[in-house]
């Protein structure tokens, strides 16, 4: 069993989770699994900071909206602006219980986030009725 170790914002290692944001476990290059919430009433998720490649999004059995936008920052307490291809945020087909997968060029580098629930393909939010957690997989 390999040590698991957790990265700061600021990009230093603990041994012990870390409150700057949703630390993804370090596991030595294989692939790892986290979680986000997108908190009841809200549509945008908490932050995460990502310690590789963005893979995909298992979204929870139940979800309010049907596009999902990825926001990112040039730092954990920076301003999230969506990620967008040719001037128009990118927006994924999302529903309950499924797995979303990601096209890697649109997320090379980007390593803080948010997930935003929309109700349709213009971008409106959708706000959540209970605590939906998203999970993450992030390949090295």
Known sequence: MSDMSYQRADGS?????????????????????????????D???AAVQIGGRLASIRTPASLAGTYMEIHSAESLAGTYLPVCEDAEPIRYAIAASIVVTLEPRHLDGLRFLKFKTCSDDTGTAQTQSADRTLTLNVQP
């Open 13 to 41: 290692r603990s041994s012990q989770p870390v409150s700057e944001a949703f630390p993804l476990p370090v596991t030595g290059g294989a692939p790892s699994s986290a979680s986000v919430i997108i908190a009841n009433l």
């Open 43 to 45: 549509s945008l998720s």
